[in-house]
């Protein structure tokens, strides 16, 4: 419980990190986030709207007619090569009088026109004194439906100024409307957005792009909602500034006419005929140069670029809950990654790829319907939420690592063990049912033996007999259950998978009678009496799991199964033999093994027979003894006991073989071959 809360805080802490980031453009974050999203307008192919024209003041106009500002009468006279446009934005200001003649000049060309838009700039400080009879023409330029629509809402923030520097006062009463072309950079000092409306002493003036669309669709501006305004029919996004993300096109498309070839009339004012001209200067020292995504432009180029994109419908489209969904999705992505996958390696494949699906789908929107949606900050999303994930997993996996190798160092091989650590999930609280060769051991006379040795000296004992004893279990990829007193239990095939199972719990009981005479050479050196013990292996499907509580439980095996090798150990003293193994453990056994067949037995608590087996040693006495065996066990089963008699006598008096000793009882009481009931455990 702690964990889930754990992760959940986790989850909550990154998210809400993310979402502050990029609501609040935290730098460095945001001009990351600008940079990493400019890829789009490299991606797209759209064209230019084709009625537009930009007539610049250029370096060939400033050779020609000297550097700027020049005398207005030859401005006027450029201006009457415009009068077929539709309109005409003027990015430039005539912000001091001159001669009474020119200025008239000027206002009357301007006049001439069919509609014009005359430029002015916010200035949070300015020399120029703005008189009253200006500011009340400037003023008939107002947005007046979209000011009293926006006291409604308290979004965008337009930007705004104290100061500003306007035309005098006879451009004012020639142009048609005025409008600001202020704008400002984003925080990577990159244009990218363009302003709809600014306010001045309170007052809200659209900027020049608008103000020419507004003359060239006769329409006004209306607010649809917090984040959207429309003139037209056209929808115009906008960000919490008022801003309008310019959607830029490749620079060589932008079709710009030197000043001196208008007035030469090297182009012919017929060309000029139902366009909307922007008239600016790009001379260096004169004009404005800005740096965007598609590199530097002439300032004049974003109103542009923003009637442009309105004209084609290359409006971008910035929808604003879905980042926030990305961002979400993101961050969740690798937590439910860590669920379904346990290799780092594919979780990561899986967490990359998803985002560049993600980022395939968004740059595709972003080309085909101009939809704009940032994948910076859900990258960060997916970013930090990885690294945390996987700090995490490390973190458990460390802990599982160091449990499990603490539970189970001890009974089980290193290589095991190992293979245990890699795949902790077989170790939940609870169990599975699955096929086990289960093998139980146990010291024959050991009460006696116990009583005849000081207690220090039976642990010492012990602790020599049950290292080669688990060793030999351990070798055999067994799993070391428990020491029952003097018993042993193991089983094989869990936690880990072990192939041919019923071989190994064979070879490992074979083993274990091996490296028992080894020690009961040494003992006898020692003057110990020798250690007899007997090995029952049953294979059966079982319950093997975690048994107990979340705080302390073992790894064992229950059911009906484990209960019969125990059962089959027992009786191992009955025949007199060291091993038992069932006929179930016979059928799945690949190897070659020596083994003789004994009797079937019911054994206490179980009501069908198991065809019980002795599992001799690997040597050629043991073939000699078996072949003997199986032909006198013949000849008992088909009812010659006198036949049979003399043979197991023989096996006894050359082998001293203690299975043909049992038998040899069997015939002196008459009992025919049969299933034999146990009445012990």
Known sequence: MKEKLLYLSLLATILTIVVFLQIYKVEPFESF??????????????????????VAVD????????????????????????????????????????????????????SGLNSSVCGFFLRHKSTQKISNEELEILTDSALDVLQSQIKEYKTPLFLSATDAEINIAPILQACTLSGSFSTIAASDHLFRSYPVSVYFQNILYPSLGIQGLRLKF????????????E??????????????????YNPEQYKIVSFLDVITQKVKPEYFKGKIVIFGITEVGAGDVVSTPMGSMYGPLLHYTFISNLLENHLIKEPHILPLFLITFMIFTPFISLLFLKKVLYRVVLNLSLYLLFYVVVRYMFVIEMLYIDLFYPLIALLTSAVTVEAIAFTLQERRSRFIRNAFSSYLSSDLLEQLIK?????????????????FSDIRGFTTLSESMEPVELIKLLNRYFTPMTNAVLENG?????????????????????ENHADAACLTALEMIQKLNELNTELKKEGTNPIKIGIGINTAEVIVGNMGSDNRFNYTVIGDGVNLASRVEGITKNYGVNILITEFTLKKMKKEFIYRKIEPVKVKGKDEAVLLYELMPFDEES??????????????????????????????QEYDDNPSKYFLEAIKEKNTWGVHTMSTK
């Not at 400033?62 to 005398?71: A, C, D, K, T, Y």
């Not at 006769?218 to 917090?226: E, T």
């Not at 067994?478 to 072990?498: E, S």
Request: aromatic share 10%.
């Open 59 to 110: 370096e060939p106009s400033v050779n020609e007619f000297g550097r700027w500002p020049w005398n207005r009468e030859i401005i006027a006279k450029g201006i009457d090569s415009l009068v077929q446009a539709d309109v005409v934005l003027m990015d430039m200001i005539f912000s001091e009088p001159t001669t009474k003649m020119q200025d008239t000049a000027l206002a009357d060309s301007i």
């Open 478 to 498: 067994g799993m070391l259950d428990k020491y029952i007193g003097d018993a042993v239990m193991a089983f094989f095939n869990a936690p880990i998978t072990v």
């Open 218 to 229: 006769d329409s006004d501006v209306n607010r649809v909602d917090d984040w959207h305004v």
């Open 33 to 54: 986030s600008l940079r990493f999203n400019d890829i789009n307008f490299e991606l797209q192919k759209k064209e230019i709207n084709k009625d537009i024209v930009f």
């Open 231 to 248: 003139i037209d029919g056209h929808i115009i996004g906008l960000n919490d500034k008022g801003f309008v993300r310019l959607n830029y």
């Open 423 to 439: 795949t902790p999930e077989s170790l939940v609280l609870g169990g599975e049912s699955k096929e086990l060769s289960i093998l």
């Open 623 to 652: 073939k000699v003894i078996k072949k003997s065996y199986d032909e006198a066990l013949k000849v008992y089963i088909d009812g010659d006991f006198i036949g049979a008699e003399k043979m197991f006598n023989k096996l006894v």
